[in-house]
């Protein structure tokens, strides 16, 4: 019965790929008789199928995060490509993509592979339709998260860049300095040899989840940078920061690492200290 479930979480989750796919792709470029929109989803799906499969066989996560950057990256590579001309407001909006993506994608890689392993893997990856799930909503992910840029590539190629763009790409700015910052403080600490602790300075004084704050923030302000193009069903786009914050801190994220720290520190005075003078997500100064 549960692999019964996990095929049928596979089938819906590239279904719906391909759903959002075809409708951000509404009214934007076409390729081979279908919008390029639609072929980005596809491509995400392919990507992911195709790291997955050697993956299953050794029964590795090694390249999950590898190849969600990878996703990225040819997902957008794959929309400006399906344009004849690509004017400065679309241009912005994939540099923007590509210098997260390759950001986060080799981040996330050196972390899996100083720790030696990524845990979240441990009960499924040696079986191969629960190990696929994940891949499948990685695919699912990347296409939710890159509808803003890609409805906006493929559907307003030649945008200019007015105020509300300004605007967006500054927002998207102050989210990925947030997140870089953020994670670079908790790289030093654990590389401090305090892994076993949990750490209460510099951004993470001001929030428990600073990384997560910024990953919200930068989003929001791609779905801004695109959002004066978007126009019927292209409108499904604004899709990617709702999807975001949702996945962030309702289903994954901010809700599971929070029930690891209450049970690890939930203990410990200073811990408790913490946790009643530090907000969860949003930061601010701390009382």
Not at 134 to 150: D, E, G
Not at 233 to 246: D, E, M, Y
């Amino acid at each position: 019965m549960a692999r019964s479930r996990s095929a049928a979480s596979i089938v819906a989750a590239l279904v719906v790929a391909l759903a959002v796919g075809a409708a951000i792709g509404d009214g934007g470029t076409q390729m081979a008789g279908w919008s390029a929109a639609g072929w980005c989803a596809l491509a995400a799906i392919g990507v992911n199928a195709a790291v997955f499969v050697p993956s299953a066989i050794a029964r590795t996560e090694r390249f999950y995060d590898l190849a969600g950057a990878a996703t990225y990256l040819t997902v957008t590579a794959l929309a400006v490509l399906s344009v004849d001309d690509l004017g400065p407001r679309a241009a912005v909006a994939a540099t923007m993509v590509a210098i997260w993506a390759i950001r986060l994608g080799s981040f996330l890689f050196r972390r899996v592979r100083a720790a030696g392993v990524d845990t979240r893997f441990d009960r499924i990856k040696t079986d191969p339709v629960r190990f696929g799930v994940a891949w499948s909503l990685q695919a699912l992910w990347v296409t939710f998260t890159s509808a803003a840029a890609v409805a906006l590539i493929t559907g307003a190629p030649d945008a200019s860049f007015d105020l509300v763009a300004l605007i967006g790409a500054a927002v998207w700015l102050a989210g990925f300095a947030l997140e870089v910052v953020a994670d670079e403080q908790k790289r030093a600490f654990d590389a401090a040899g305090r892994p076993g602790g949990f750490i209460r300075h510099g951004l993470w004084a001001w929030s428990r989840h600073p990384n997560y704050a910024g990953e919200i923030l930068l989003w929001i302000g791609m779905a801004v940078v695109a959002l004066t193009t978007l126009e019927g069903w292209r409108w499904v786009a604004l899709i990617s920061p709702a999807f975001v914050w949702a996945l962030l801190t309702r289903i994954s994220g901010v809700p599971m690492l929070e029930r690891s720290a209450e049970r690890r520190f939930g203990h410990d005075p200073s811990y408790r200290d913490y946790v009643a003078r530090t907000p969860v997500l949003i930061p601010r100064s701390p009382r």
